[in-house]
């Protein structure tokens, strides 16, 4: 069975940093594009990161640019997002999802498989 598990999230103060891990359980996922996204009370899940199946190119909303950094172990079947700088509007919870296509989307709607996802709260 295809499975995404995510962790990592927590609280943690404006300007900290994060590492949301994605570990992957019946599918390799070198095989798969996987993004990153978010989704905060009262608003739209959004795209945030992604990383393409063959060539791991990466892709960034530009909210997030220059401050998180999407990466993959494929030894360890697991994507990593590591977030730094971050800003309260950063809150939400985070979710990874993985999709067969090699283009790294940042649409929602274009991936097959998703995680539970993980809350990230940053505050004071």
């Known amino acids: 069975q295809l499975q995404l598990v995510e962790s990592g999230g927590g609280l943690v103060q404006p300007g900290g940093s994060l590492r949301l891990s994605c570990t992957a359980s019946?599918?390799?996922?070198?095989?798969?594009?996987i993004g990153w996204f978010r989704q905060a009370p009262g608003k739209e899940r959004e795209g945030v990161s992604s990383i393409r199946r063959n060539n791991g190119i990466t892709n960034y909303a530009d909210s997030v640019k220059g401050r998180f950094t999407i990466s993959r172990d494929n030894t360890m079947n697991t994507v990593y997002l590591q977030m730094t700088s971050l800003k309260p509007e950063d809150t939400a919870v985070y979710y990874c999802?993985?999709?067969?296509?090699?283009?790294?989307?940042?649409?929602?709607?274009?991936?097959?498989?998703w995680g539970q996802g993980t809350q990230v709260t940053v505050s004071l």
């Open positions: 019946g599918f390799t996922l070198d095989s798969y594009t």
């Open positions: 999802a993985a999709r067969m296509g090699n283009v790294g989307t940042l649409i929602p709607n274009l991936y097959n498989y």
